[in-house]
């Protein structure tokens, strides 16, 4: 069983930035893909970020050039760090891992695992 504790949400003005990490007890954390994703309320889960093993990454088009996802394997922790960002960022963020990751004419796929974090919640005020 792997946990994922998730941490740096709060609650920030429109333009802002936070950092959200997330420490994973698995063992198994240098050959995880690790995803973050959102949900905002009345809306689904949708993912945010992915990184593979080899730090190939994916984002969402609604972030891109404002989030930065990364990875420390040697802390077992997968870090977004949140820019410039917007009241339409508002929502729960979870971080995921147990999934998998396809790496294919320079696109990176990423399908979610079965473990997830209890979530941290981000407020931007406009």
């Known amino acids: 069983q792997v946990q994922l504790v998730e941490s740096g949400g709060g609650l920030v003005q429109a333009g802002g930035s936070l950092r959200l990490s997330c420490a994973s007890s698995?063992?198994?954390?240098?050959?995880?893909?690790m995803g973050w994703y959102r949900q905002a309320p009345g809306k689904e889960r949708e993912l945010v970020a992915a990184i593979s093993p080899g730090a190939r990454i994916k984002y969402a088009d609604s972030v891109k050039g404002r989030f930065t996802i990364s990875r420390d394997n040697a802390k077992n922790t997968v870090y977004l760090q949140m820019n410039s960002l917007k009241p339409e960022d508002t929502a729960v963020y979870y971080c995921n891992s147990g999934g998998s990751s396809t790496y294919s004419f320079g696109t990176l796929s990423y399908t979610s695992g079965d473990y997830w974090g209890q979530g941290t919640q981000v407020t931007v005020s406009s």
């Open positions: 698995g063992s198994t954390f240098s050959i995880d893909a």
